[in-house]
């Protein structure tokens, strides 16, 4: 495996941490008994999207442009990607980067937002990590998802 396609790997692996990252802690504020923050859930769901299509970015050796707009990310995936369709739903996530995390900005999120948040972020985050997956292993075999942090027991935790 050459130098560069590690580098590569490694930087989608830390896309996809940090991603995981932001699913999880919005997974698990959702189980809150009260005072849950639902804007908060909402805007690492966002993140954990934002993430996820990055480091798919990366991957693809596609340049994008450090923005929280999921919209612009997904126009930028190579066409043939073959879940572009389901990701569609993510675009409604684009306003939760900005608007649940600036006083003045900021509006009301529900608990079912924020449900649909999570829930639309874990299908994407499954649909990009699968398709991510796929590809590490036919350009290098099992070998090749450790520097995702992946392997036959983690790629679905």
Known sequence: MSDSTDAVYARVGKWLLHARDDILLARNAL?????????LVAYHAQQCAEKCLK?????SGIDFPYSHNLSRLIELCPADT????????????????VTTR???????VTRQEAATAVKVAGE???LVRRDITARV???????????????PDKENT
Do not use: F, N
């Open 31 to 39: 189980t809150m008994k009260s005072s849950c923050p639902y804007r």
């Open 55 to 59: 480091a798919y970015l990366v991957l």
């Open 82 to 97: 073959a879940w572009l369709d389901e990701a569609d739903s993510a675009v409604d996530l684009t306003p939760y980067a």
């Open 102 to 108: 600036y006083p003045g900005r900021d509006e009301p």
């Open 124 to 126: 994407l985050e499954t």
């Open 137 to 151: 292993r036919r350009a290098r075999g099992q070998a090749g998802l450790s520097h995702l942090g992946l392997g």
